[in-house]
């Protein structure tokens, strides 16, 4: 079956360090990999997706991730956080085809100590 | 500048009791979507709409029922809550269901069961 894991449920980082949420995928072949980000109290705002070409994109607020086909893993990269971050991260995936379905990871929440 | 829009953003009920929870989008989207979310869970699908007037089953169903009358809009609908449903319910939209097209999430309804 599909699945989407985030191995992190809880990080904490210090304001201006870098960053890293993992996430790993189940897929047979190359899904769609979005990232959302949850604010609290507010719904989830896409943060940047990867369909194909480039490995590495680029999304909104300075985050980057990069698809490595090899591990199955689809990991979130910001080279220095701002307290303004601190959220829930979600990493999802579209299985190929016309379902408009997603497949949540459970989440993984960002604390930013100042 | 709605984009999509939940009402309402915050019920308490009584088991046993039926509410409506009522989702708008003005972006002329086809797709639709009903998604609970619990901790440690992620997002988890209910129900989704593929066009007015059609629903379909996703990964958590039971216990809701759904509609599609008009574009804008797709009800949820709990016939007789239950302490189990206690969550919170976030509404999205997108403009197919082809796998690259971004979903867009509402602010969530939070409801408690008691």
């Known amino acids: 079956a599909q699945s989407v894991t985030q191995p992190d449920i809880h990080i904490t980082v210090s304001e201006g360090a870098s960053l890293e949420l993992r996430c790993n995928y189940s897929?047979?072949?190359?899904?769609?990999l979005f990232w959302y980000v949850q604010s609290p109290g507010q719904g989830l705002q896409l943060l940047l997706k990867?369909?194909?070409?480039?490995?590495l994109v680029q999304g909104i607020k300075g985050f980057e991730a990069e698809f490595k086909r090899s591990q199955s893993s689809f990991n979130l990269r910001k080279p220095s956080v701002h307290w303004s971050d601190a959220a829930e991260y979600f990493c999802?995936?579209?299985?190929?085809?016309?379902?408009?379905?997603?497949?949540f990871g459970q989440g993984t929440t960002l604390q930013v100590k100042p | 500048n709605a984009g999509v829009t939940q009402t309402p953003k915050f019920r308490v009920l009584k088991t046993g009791q039926s509410m409506t929870l009522l989702c708008a989008q003005d972006?002329?989207?086809?797709?639709m979507y009903w998604y609970r979310q619990d901790p440690g869970m992620g997002l988890r699908l209910i129900h989704y709409?593929?066009?007015?007037?059609?629903?379909a089953k996703g990964e958590v169903p039971d216990g809701y029922n759904v509609s599609r009358l008009k574009k804008q809009n797709f009800l949820l609908g709990l016939e007789s809550a239950a302490p189990s449903q206690t969550s919170v319910y976030f509404c999205?939209?997108?403009?197919?269901?082809?796998?690259?097209?971004?979903?867009?999430f509402g602010d969530g309804t939070r409801l408690s069961i008691l």
């Open positions: 972006m002329n989207h086809e797709y």
């Open positions: 897929y047979g072949a190359t899904p769609y």
């Open positions: 999205a939209s997108s403009r197919t269901g082809t796998g690259n097209q971004p979903q867009h």
């Open positions: 990867y369909f194909s070409g480039d490995t």
């Open positions: 709409s593929v066009g007015e007037g059609t629903t």
């Open positions: 999802a995936v579209a299985p190929s085809g016309n379902t408009g379905k997603l497949i």
